[in-house]
Nanobody
Framework: QVQLVESGGGLVQPGGSLRLSCEAS????????VGWFRQVPGKEREGVSC?????????HYADSAKGRFTISRDIAKNTVYLQMNSLEPEDTAVYYC???????????????WGQGTQVTVSS
C-alpha cells in the first residue's frame, strides 16, 4: 500500500525549531520529487519547499521559508525531512508532504499526499 506519513509537528515557542519527517511506504521515495505544503483554515494550501529526485537533488523554497527551513532526504530511511528554524507564529499550519515526478511549489498534480501534521508556534 502506497502511503506517506508525516510526523514531528507540535507546539513550539517563537524562535524555536522543529523537524518534520515524511516517511514513505509501498514505494521508493528516492525516485520522486517531494514537496512540503502547509494550510491554515480558510486559506489555500501553499508550497513551502520541494526537493527533486535523487537523480538531481536540487531544492527549492518559498520566500517565506528561505534562510529558515531546510529540506533533505535520507534514502536509506525512505524519508524526507523539513528542518524548520526561527519559527514564527505565522508558520502555524497543518503541514503536508506530497510526492510527484516534478518539484513544484504548487499543490496541483502531486500524486501522493500524507495526512498532515499540526505545527503551532505560540508563546
Amino acid at each position: 500500500q502506497v502511503q506517506l506519513v508525516e510526523s514531528g509537528g507540535g507546539l513550539v515557542q517563537p524562535g524555536g525549531s522543529l523537524r518534520l519527517s515524511c516517511e514513505a511506504s509501498g514505494f521508493s521515495l528516492a525516485f520522486y520529487a517531494v514537496g512540503w505544503f502547509r494550510q491554515v483554515p480558510g486559506k489555500e494550501r501553499e508550497g513551502v519547499s520541494c526537493i527533486t529526485s535523487v537523480t538531481d537533488g536540487s531544492t527549492h523554497y518559498a520566500d517565506s521559508a528561505k534562510g529558515r527551513f531546510t529540506i533533505s532526504r535520507d534514502i536509506a530511511k525512505n524519508t524526507v525531512y523539513l528542518q524548520m528554524n526561527s519559527l514564527e507564529p505565522e508558520d502555524t499550519a497543518v503541514y503536508y508532504c506530497a510526492a510527484n515526478y516534478g518539484c513544484y511549489l504548487l499543490p496541483g498534480g502531486y500524486e501522493y499526499w500524507g495526512q498532515g501534521t499540526q505545527v503551532t508556534v505560540s508563546s
